[in-house]
Structures are given as C-alpha cells and as structure tokens.
C-alpha cells in the first residue's frame, strides 16, 4: 500500500511539472517548435531582457503584487487578531464570509469588481476608473484571506497569557502587541506576505477585468501573445517566472520549518525572558 501511495504521488508530481518540464527545454532550444529540441542556446533569454514591451509590464505586476501583498499583509494581519478575539458564533460567521472569496470563481469575482468600478466611475463621471488603483484593490481583495488564514494559526498557538504578562511588566496594549504577539505570529505574517505575491504576481482572470489601457500587467499581456504563435522568448519567461515563484514558495516551506522546529525547542525561561525584554 505505502509503494502504491509513493507511486501514485510521483504520478501526479510528473503530471503536474512536466508541462513546466517541457517549456523550460524549449526555451533553451533555438528552434521555434517545442516538440523538436535543435540546438542548445541562450539567445531566447536575451532576447527576452531586450524586449521593449514585456519588461515594463513585467516592472508593472512587481510593482502591483509587492503594493498588493504588504497591504494586505497588513490589513489581513489586523484582521486576523480581531477574528481571533471573536466570540464563537461571530468568528464562525466572520471566517465564513472571509473564504467566500477562496472559493468563489475567480471569473465570478473579476466580473463583479468591474461592475462596482464601473458604477463608482459613473457615480464620479468618468470613464476613467480602470487602471492601477483598481487592479490594487481587486488584488488585495483576493489575498487578503491567505493572510488571514496563515496568521490565525499562529495566533491560536500563541498563549493567550503572553500580552497580558507583557502589560503586567509595564508595556503598553500597542507595545505589547509589536514586542511580543508580532514576532509570535511573525512566521505566519511572512508566509501570508509571500503567498499573496505569489497570487498577485501571475493572476490573469480578475487583472483581465479590472485593468485600464494605462496600467496593463504581464499576465494580461501574455493572454494577447497567445492569440498568435507563441514567440521562443515567451518560453524563457514562463521559465522564470515559475523558477521565481518556485523559490519563494521553498523559502516559504523554510520559514514554517524552522517555525515548528524553533517551538518545539522554545522553553518557559525562553518565554520569560521575551517578557523581560519586553518590559525594560
């Protein structure tokens, strides 16, 4: 049984990766034909970083998906201590309506936001409306409950006792808060933070919805590239991009790691010696 399991497992990681598999060779081939590899080259990487047109879209989703990512670092992180304090009910409810975005169609979601903006730009007379500020707020508005959900478990193995402690050694709520329950959770914090500029980074369905002619992302952009033969360079960036958010998800695997390893260590003098510093 466990040999069938381990079969099954390297069956569904080979389906998984080997279309990433495929793009890769091909973007190191100098042929146009992905299925036939003719000679090794790394032309289609230059070509890439010469490129007048994907590269400043390319600067563009960076910049959407670090502005989206912090904010919703840090609104989803002030959230998420809010649930936390919650009565039973009221947390149900709340956590409820917080993962109707996880498993609303995403199309369902990107037409929706159109329309709000479409209406907020009417409302203000003006056609106008898409652009950044409008990719903003529809990104932030889909990560904001991976942040929530990466922070509340940290706060639920917290103990409950800590700020308390710390504001019984002299620190304010707000000291008590930044000095001791932030570096507690900081791990989910982080994951949170990476796992929303991963979603940002590379979303086409809802950006597809919400962009104006003055702010177009790369994920937009590679859509129109596959209206017509796909050009070998457009492999190279596939190839990095899935290189890219590869790493930041191992780095994200890391951090949970060390996390888990670092509470098992931790002991009450560890504890109380954070309450110290905190105090003094």
């Known amino acids: 049984m466990r040999a069938f399991t381990r079969a099954f497992t390297v069956l569904i990681l080979i389906f998984l990766y080997i279309p990433m598999i495929i793009l890769g060779i091909a973007s190191l081939s100098s ?15 230059g070509e890439l970083f010469r490129d007048a047109v994907l590269l400043p879209l390319l600067l563009n989703s960076v910049i959407l998906a670090v502005s989206s ?49 479409a209406f907020v730009g009417r409302a203000m007379k003006t056609n106008n409306v898409m652009g950044f500020l409008t990719l903003l707020i529809a990104h ?15 706060l639920r193995q917290m103990d409950i006792h800590l700020s308390e402690a710390a504001m019984d050694l ?8 930044f ?20 979603m940002s980074l ?5 950006s597809y919805f919400v962009y104006g002619a003055k702010y177009i992302t790369l994920p937009v952009e590679i859509y129109n590239y596959t ?25 994200m695997n890391i951090l949970q790691a060390r996390d888990i390893k670092n ?7 560890d504890i109380i010696s954070k309450l110290r510093r905190a105090g003094s």
């Open 31 to 45: 042929g146009t034909d992905v299925a036939v590899f003719k000679e090794f080259t790394l032309n289609n990487y």
């Open 140 to 154: 932030i508005t889909f990560n904001l409950p991976y942040v929530i959900l990466s922070v509340l478990p940290k």
């Open 69 to 117: 990512s912090l904010l919703a670092t840090v609104i989803g992180t002030a959230a998420a201590v809010g649930i936390h304090r919650m009565s039973g009910r009221l947390r149900s409810i709340t956590m409820t309506l917080t993962n109707i975005p996880l498993t609303n169609p995403e199309i369902v979601t990107g037409v929706s936001l159109a329309l709000l903006f």
């Open 179 to 198: 000095k001791v329950v932030m570096p507690e959770i900081m791990p989910g914090i982080i994951s949170g933070a990476l796992m929303s500029f991963t």
């Open 202 to 206: 590379d979303d086409f369905v809802i």
């Open 263 to 269: 509470r098992r260590r931790i002991r009450p003098p």
């Open 227 to 251: 209206k017509r033969p796909l050009q070998p360079k457009i492999y190279a960036l596939f190839t990095l991009l899935f290189i890219v958010i590869l790493l930041v998800m191992i780095l």
């Open 170 to 177: 002299g620190c304010t709520p707000i000291q008590a808060f």
